[in-house]
């Protein structure tokens, strides 16, 4: 079952494979990683309706911003200082 934690929105930020649990362990039965495609998280129509969003599209639009701006924050910059609140 999909939640909206912070580990979920960060790994939807780094890659377009969010898998399913059964992955992990069909690959640990048959001991080598498995093609990850029968096993993306794609189609849990009960979070999407929760939180009001598209799995699909939201892994497809972190792929494109990933391919032409460098990822979700590419193209903005940030500045770091020591002593600022």
């Given amino acids: 079952k999909l939640r909206r934690t912070p580990k979920l929105m960060i790994c939807i930020c780094k890659t377009s494979n969010i898998l399913s649990t059964e992955w992990l362990e069909k690959s640990a039965n048959e001991q080598k ?6 096993f993306l998280w794609v189609n849990d129509k009960e979070a ?5 969003f598209s799995m699909k599209d939201t892994v497809q639009n972190g792929m494109l911003a990933r391919k032409h701006r460098g990822g979700v924050l590419g193209g903005y910059y940030f500045y770091i200082c020591a002593g600022i609140a």
């Fill in 33 to 38: 990683v498995l093609d990850a495609a029968p």
């Fill in 48 to 52: 999407e309706k929760k939180y009001n």
